[in-house]
């Protein structure tokens, strides 16, 4: 069966496929994809690997096919580049299965373990979690990453996720796929990266192959992006580029006018590294020519993160009287990887709120947190800055939130307002204007506390039955909501069943008497002595499109709010 799949090898061949930060468009991996699998006989590559593992043979087909897909990798000659491999879960299952191979294959190759990261999928998954756990932890332990494929697509992943100490979570293409377009795959998705994000882990958006599907993705948070959108599997290592400029450039043109949610460079400490394969005697003299350093970041070869050394933890070895010559024996580089401890890191580009929240889950056991930058190490935020950065954070809250209501004020609005015509030749947008009718009777009849909780009710309401709107409060009793992607009518709907939410609930605040006769009587603005009907609310809806004129929105919307006053339940304009 050897002789076979060496025949078998000889047809195969590797395409490349790029993962690329979405971001800046610089690439970070390639993920190795099989090809040819129809000329070497077969119906799909699936049908490659089952055939072996019946025949008992997969483990040294798959040790073939690394050694294939190592050997091509090598030609692209572009530096810290990554390798993702995909791995058959049924491997561990093999007779011949043993450890410490695609060790030997990289040194006879000249690579680095940490170019590699295998890709456990759902597709076979072990029933039993303590083997594949196993398997993972020892990868992990010769130095290598773990990416889970295809994440979504069943409850295995999370088994997976739960098991194994993944470094990547991959995205499945059916959750990618017109996901501008799907607000119950964006929810998901976006849920999926928060998540992963909380446990240190990186996410990749696979298929992605239109621009709107891009910018969606770049939106909820997703870290790396691949698909034919940026390339195509490539069978020729040339053709495989180190930066992918359009990426950049939808990035830059759909840049935020504002980006105060973000890291403050100024508050990240710049510690000095050593690398992992450093001796305990290095990790002395860095300390003492660092005396003011309380910790020193350890990383590979590529700069990505491996952990940290605290001084505190040298202290036994300090304090001994043979401490140094105990730091310099040929073990020392045995008893330095016991001394190292999980760093929790963040990207750089995370928001603040993101790092706090980070932070808050596993401070009972950091001293700060660290961050990354194109997934290499870039410094440390002490929990001197990290307050900080939250004090900073909650002024810039606050600046912009309504006292009353908590909800976002008029700068907000400005943010949304430019975000909609920046993207309206991508998606469409609503704005809803409310006002509330016979506001200010209310208000002078019952007292500023029973008006506020008037403002207070409807704000709940919006809180309570606008899951995906952006809700601000521009003061007084004028409420702003913007919809993005949402049709006219489901707009509609939506705004009409708020309104007959709240002038059902109004009622409870009026007097037992009034609610009798149906109204108020107190005097109008001119000192008018006369009748005002309940609360109710007048309502402006504004659609912008591709075809919407930025110059002429202000004075237009101006007049439409003046004219939606006269009409007490709704009012509605197209732009």
């Known amino acids: 069966m050897i002789n076979r799949y060496k025949k078998i090898i000889k047809i195969l061949d590797f395409g490349f496929q790029p993962i690329v930060n979405i971001r800046n468009g610089k690439i970070f991996a390639v993920e190795a994809l099989l090809r040819n699998y129809k000329e070497a006989g077969f119906n799909s590559i699936f049908s490659v690997f089952d055939e072996a593992y019946h025949n008992g043979s997969l483990y040294q087909l798959d040790l073939l096919l690394r050694k294939k897909a190592f050997e091509k990798f090598k030609q692209i000659n572009i530096p810290n ?250 073990n020392s580089k045995q008893k330095l990887k016991s001394l190292i401890k999980e760093a929790v890191s963040v990207d750089i580009n995370w928001s603040i709120d993101k790092v706090l929240e980070i932070y808050n889950l596993y401070a009972h056991n950091t001293k700060g947190i660290f961050v990354t930058k194109n997934n290499k190490y870039y410094g440390f935020i002490d929990l001197k800055n990290l307050l900080l950065l939250s004090y900073k954070r909650n002024l810039e809250i606050a600046s912009d939130q309504n006292p009353l209501t908590k909800l976002p004020g008029n700068k907000k609005i400005e943010e949304f307002l430019c975000y909609c015509f920046k993207n309206k030749e991508k998606r469409d947008f609503h704005l809803v204007y409310f006002d509330f009718n016979n506001f200010k009777p209310f208000n002078d009849y019952y007292g500023f506390r029973r008006g506020d909780r008037a403002i207070v009710m409807f704000a709940d309401i919006l809180k309570k039955n606008l899951n995906d709107g952006f809700i601000a409060h521009i003061g007084g009793d004028d409420f702003f909501v913007g919809f993005e992607n949402k049709n006219f009518e489901t707009v509609k709907k939506c705004i009409k069943k708020i309104i007959q939410i709240y002038e059902t609930q109004i009622i409870e605040l009026y007097n037992k008497e009034d609610r009798k006769k149906g109204y108020i009587e107190t005097e109008d603005r001119f000192g008018i002595k006369r009748k005002f009907p309940f609360l109710s609310v007048s309502t402006l809806l504004v659609e912008i499109t591709k075809h919407t004129k930025e110059k002429n929105f202000d004075y237009l919307l101006g007049k439409l709010k003046h004219l939606s006053k006269k009409y007490t339940k709704f009012y509605i304009s197209i732009i």
């Open 81 to 330: 580049l990554k390798i993702f491999y995909n791995l058959d879960n049924r491997l561990i299952y093999s007779p011949d299965f043993t450890y410490g191979n695609t060790l030997k294959i990289l040194e006879y190759l000249n690579l680095n373990q940490k170019q590699v990261c295998f890709e456990l999928s759902e597709r076979n998954t072990l029933k039993d979690p303590s083997s594949i756990t196993n398997m993972v932890n020892r990868y992990h332990q010769e130095g290598f990453d773990i990416a889970i494929d295809d994440f979504g697509t069943g409850i295995a992943g999370f088994q997976l996720l739960y098991y194994s100490e993944t470094n990547f979570i991959k995205i499945d293409r059916f959750f990618i796929e017109n996901i501008n377009n799907d607000p119950k795959k964006r929810l998901f998705c976006s849920s999926i990266i928060n998540m992963a994000h909380l446990m240190g882990i990186k996410v990749i958006a696979e298929g992605i192959e239109t621009k709107d599907e891009y910018y969606t993705c770049k939106e909820i948070g997703a870290d790396f992006i691949q698909g034919y959108f940026i390339q195509k599997p490539q069978l020729e290592t040339e053709k495989i580029k180190e930066s992918y400029k359009k990426i950049k450039e939808l990035f830059n043109e759909d840049k935020r006018a504002t980006d105060l949610n973000k890291i403050d460079k100024d508050r990240i400490i710049k510690f000095p590294t050593l690398n992992i394969n450093t001796s305990l005697y290095d990790v002395f003299v860095y300390f003492r020519e660092n005396p003011k350093n309380y910790l020193v970041p350890i990383v590979n070869d590529l700069n990505e993160l491996c952990g940290v050394i605290y001084e505190e933890d040298l202290k036994p070895f300090s304090y001994s009287p043979f401490g140094a010559s105990l730091a310099q024996n040929k």
